[in-house]
């Protein structure tokens, strides 16, 4: 049965999902940017109704053309993150976990996460495999995270955090039956009563044949005792009291990370304290900047540059095809035998048109029009773009492996490149800050 303290917790779960609303919402368009979906903005169109940018350009008989320098400046900040991790081999703890989850893999995701989103998250757990227990790592998609999150760049003053899962029921009664047939009977009946008659309180869509649970993690309060016993010297924690006359007592509070994993309607599977060495919950997390609360990613800040280059090209595609093609004009009493406007529209070569009339003069011949293109400063507007994306970015065509000018000297080339390492100093130390918490994390685990 529910309680009203499994009621008010799903009620901070769903405040906490929804104050993450417009992160998720800027993760997602910083995504389609990257990945070349850079037309989905949404716009209005002559009727006031909102349409993306790609359909009103089709719309308008326009080609949307995207030149993606998104994209190549992730693939280099990655790839510079990778050549540092190659050229400095002791950067990793030698660790036999560590070397069964290949970290450096996973950070390099992790990290091109950081760059489109500004935040990344990882996971550290064990898991049973083969009659024992192992350590596993893994990158946790931002889009399934909740979490209460203050000001502090560290992320110290996290007071909850957790993750919404679909699972396979089998996964969910390994993890939380406890080795009781009993239990898992009765974690069934729940899970097979929400799923028939329970809607999905996340906008996540549901993976099929999977159950779908909350993972929720609280730093709690609770009383409790400080207990020395002066003929040891061992000092101690006790939920109550001890009766001993060499052990001394004092009533105190203590601060506790307690895990609850629990149904989309609050109704509570399991729930246990933090069974790790480091007494705090699984998640690694790091948010940039975080400057009073916000988050703002490296690819948020080159958007308006790659929107600007994109519509510059666009506009020159279209200005050159429609000065190209030529406009026919064709007398409508002179139709050769047989061929209709249709027939003769195909046989004109594409994209050149048609456009029947009907001659004054009898002398009148077909004839085509030419205009001279303009481009009215546009490429040199693109050019002003693209030096613009480069200084708002810090990643210079240097580091980006473009070939410079043949004037350029080694020297120069190389402070180049130089210039763009301590322009994105910020990011690569914030980011090995976050690996090192994990490290803790996972040789404390």
């Not at 080694?410 to 918490?437: G, M, P, W």
Request: proline share 4%; glycine share 4%; net charge neutral.
């Amino acid at each position: 049965m529910k309680t009203n303290q499994n009621s008010a917790l799903l009620k901070r779960v769903q405040s906490a999902w929804n104050e993450m609303e417009d992160l998720r919402e800027k993760r997602n368009r910083n995504k389609n940017y990257t990945y070349g979906n850079q037309w989905c903005d949404k716009v209005l169109d002559d009727n006031g109704c909102a349409i993306r940018e790609y359909d009103k350009l089709k719309n308008a008989g326009r080609e949307p053309i995207s030149n993606n320098l998104i994209r190549q400046l992730v693939k280099s900040i990655v790839g510079r993150f990778r050549y540092n991790l190659r050229n400095n081999p002791d950067n990793e703890r030698k660790n036999k976990v560590f070397e069964e989850n290949m970290p450096n893999e996973l950070d390099c995701r992790a990290l091109e996460e950081f760059l489109i989103s500004g935040c990344c998250f990882q996971k550290m757990e064990k898991i049973k495999q083969n009659q024992s227990y192992t350590t596993r790592i893994t990158n946790v998609n931002p889009n399934r995270i909740f979490m209460e999150f203050g000001k502090d760049a560290r992320g110290w003053d996290c007071s909850m955090i957790g993750e919404i899962h679909d699972m396979d029921i089998a996964d969910i009664l390994m993890r939380l039956a406890n080795g009781s047939r009993g239990r898992a009977l009765s974690i069934r009946i729940v899970l097979d009563s929400e799923r028939v008659n329970m809607e999905s309180n996340f906008p996540i869509e549901p993976i099929e044949d999977k159950f779908r649970i909350l993972e929720v993690w609280t730093n709690e309060s609770r009383e409790c005792y400080e207990c020395h016993n002066r003929k040891t010297g061992e000092w101690y924690l006790s939920k109550t009291p001890v009766k001993d006359k060499h052990t001394e007592c004092r009533w105190t509070i203590e601060k506790v990370w307690r895990c609850h994993w629990m149904t989309q309607s609050g109704e509570v599977l399991c729930q246990y304290d933090s069974p790790f060495k480091h007494h705090s919950h699984p998640y690694s997390f790091k948010l940039y900047p975080l400057i009073d609360g916000e988050v703002h990613s490296l690819v948020e800040d080159v958007i308006d540059q790659q929107k600007h280059v994109n519509r510059l090209i666009t506009m020159i595609d279209h200005i050159m095809g429609v000065s190209a093609k030529g406009v026919l004009f064709y007398p409508d009493n002179v139709l050769p035998d047989g061929y209709s406007w249709e027939k003769l529209r195909k046989a004109w070569s594409r994209p050149d048109s048609i456009i029947p009339y009907h001659p004054r003069l009898k002398e009148d011949k077909p004839q085509q029009i030419f205009s001279t293109p303009s481009n009215m400063g546009a490429y040199e507007m693109i050019h002003l773009q693209m030096k613009l994306f480069e200084r708002i970015s810090g990643v210079s065509g240097a580091m980006q492996g473009q070939s410079t000018d043949n004037r350029t000297g080694v020297k120069l080339y190389e402070s180049q490149v130089e210039n763009a390492n301590v322009s994105l100093c910020d990011i690569f130390d914030t980011f090995n800050a976050f690996r090192h918490q994990r490290n803790e994390k996972v040789l404390n685990i």
